[in-house]
């Protein structure tokens, strides 16, 4: 409580102390209120929940309190967002180390989603590139993720801006996939014309964009999957396609100046025998042990042999601004094999559809 003095003062001088002690008294108490939450009326904006880890059947979309971005934040109202593997391996909570060591060992604590594209609704006081109403996108799987929802806060490193023509759903099926197929690619320095490529897990996200990567260079680039993907891959580019159930690329006899592997499936020794003899095996995932496995024969494969293993390690947003040059030119187009509205019905099937493994490109969905 203020003290309020009262001595050798005139009624006016007094009435007027009293006015300002008033005043005070009110922005002292207003103050009180925003320290400790209480009366301040919160926002809520919805999120997709995960209630228990195991299935997709755990999701639910619910309210949270709407985020409010740090310093160097951008709180994003999210138009669309993209499902990757990693959101489903968060969902299943497999393999429990790291996973639940990061989100939760037994009550997941994470909303997932990675690959957003959205508009900025407001920036924190450090922001500089950002202003509310730009669109952008951008991966948050290096920021905690959180896409599956209305707003989300991410660092404004993590956005880039979108281009005007490029619709939400195709931002939001770019980052992630787009950066480790440009990565992988890279590692390969694949890129002079004839030179041969072979992408393994070639239909899905890294795959459809990899390809298009890969054909700016006339590259001669195989793509290995199932077989109902089969006529779709050779109508985004690919030259040969073969289907894994039926043919072993690694017995077939035929060489490859890069192995792109998304599913590391295989002993190393395998792969090094389809590569020719400068060749470089790029894998960027698979199973843990498969690429724990890859990872160990490293050094047996480098003392022996001219041929190189590359273990790509995301390096998310990177190189977005190269996707929209490429997208404004009318070289690149994210491949979308569907879209879903972001109701708990309609996103459980988004991740039903994404666990059979039955896309041809990105899963989208629109918020
Ligand atoms: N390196 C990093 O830092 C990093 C970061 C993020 C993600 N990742 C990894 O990057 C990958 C993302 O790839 P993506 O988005 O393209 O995945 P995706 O959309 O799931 O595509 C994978 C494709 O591989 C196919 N496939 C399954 N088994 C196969 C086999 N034995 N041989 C050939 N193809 C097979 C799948 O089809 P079917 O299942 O129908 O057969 C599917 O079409 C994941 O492995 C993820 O874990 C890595």
């Known amino acids: 409580m203020l003290k309020r003095e009262t001595a050798r003062k005139s009624p006016i001088e007094y009435e007027k102390m009293q006015e300002h002690l008033d005043m005070l008294e009110e922005i002292y108490k207003a103050e009180e209120q925003i320290a400790s939450g209480e009366g301040i009326a919160h926002e809520d904006a919805k999120a997709l929940l995960l209630r228990r880890y195991g299935s997709p059947d755990f999701l639910e979309v619910d309210e949270i309190e709407k985020p409010a971005p740090a310093g160097d934040e951008v709180l994003v109202r999210v138009h669309a967002v993209s499902i990757n593997d990693w959101d489903w391996a968060l969902i299943l909570g497999t393999p429990f180390?790291?996973?639940?060591?990061m989100t939760g060992l037994l009550r997941p604590k994470i909303v997932v989603g990675s690959d957003i594209a959205g508009r900025v609704e407001t920036v924190g006081s450090k922001v500089t590139r950002f202003k509310p109403g730009d669109e952008v996108f951008g991966d948050l799987s290096g920021c905690g993720f959180g896409g599956f929802a209305e707003f989300v806060c991410a660092p404004e490193s993590a956005l880039m801006f979108k281009p005007p023509k490029m619709s939400f759903e195709q931002a939001a099926a770019i980052p992630q996939a787009g950066m480790l197929a440009l990565q992988g690619?890279?590692?390969?320095?694949?890129?002079?014309?004839?030179q041969t490529v072979l992408i393994n897990g070639a239909g899905g996200g890294v795959g459809s964009i990899a390809i298009q990567l890969l054909k700016l260079?006339?590259?001669?680039?195989?793509?290995?999957?199932?077989?109902?993907?089969?006529?779709?891959?050779?109508?985004?580019?690919y030259d040969h396609v073969i289907d894994y159930a039926a043919q072993d690329f690694t017995r077939s006899g035929k060489r490859y100046d890069l192995i792109l592997d998304v599913k590391t499936d295989r002993p190393l020794a395998d792969y090094e025998h389809?590569?020719?003899?400068?060749?470089?095996?790029?894998?960027?995932g698979g199973q843990l042990p498969r690429l724990l496995q890859v990872a160990?024969?490293?050094f047996r494969f480098w003392r022996t042999s001219e041929k190189t293993l590359s273990v790509v390690a995301l390096k998310a947003n990177r190189d977005l601004h190269y996707f929209n040059e490429l997208f404004g030119s009318d070289k690149f187009k994210p491949v979308?094999?569907?879209?879903?509205?972001?109701?708990?019905?309609d996103v459980r099937k988004a991740f039903h559809h994404f666990g059979t493994s039955a896309h041809k490109g990105k899963i989208v969905v629109s918020t």
């Open 97 to 101: 180390i790291p996973n639940r060591l």
């Open 185 to 194: 690619i890279a590692a390969g320095q694949t890129h002079k014309p004839g």
């Open 217 to 237: 260079h006339q590259v001669e680039v195989t793509g290995v999957d199932a077989a109902a993907k089969l006529e779709a891959m050779k109508l985004w580019g």
């Open 274 to 284: 389809a590569l020719n003899p400068h060749g470089v095996y790029a894998t960027v």
């Open 296 to 298: 160990c024969s490293r």
């Open 336 to 345: 979308i094999d569907s879209v879903y509205a972001f109701s708990e019905a």
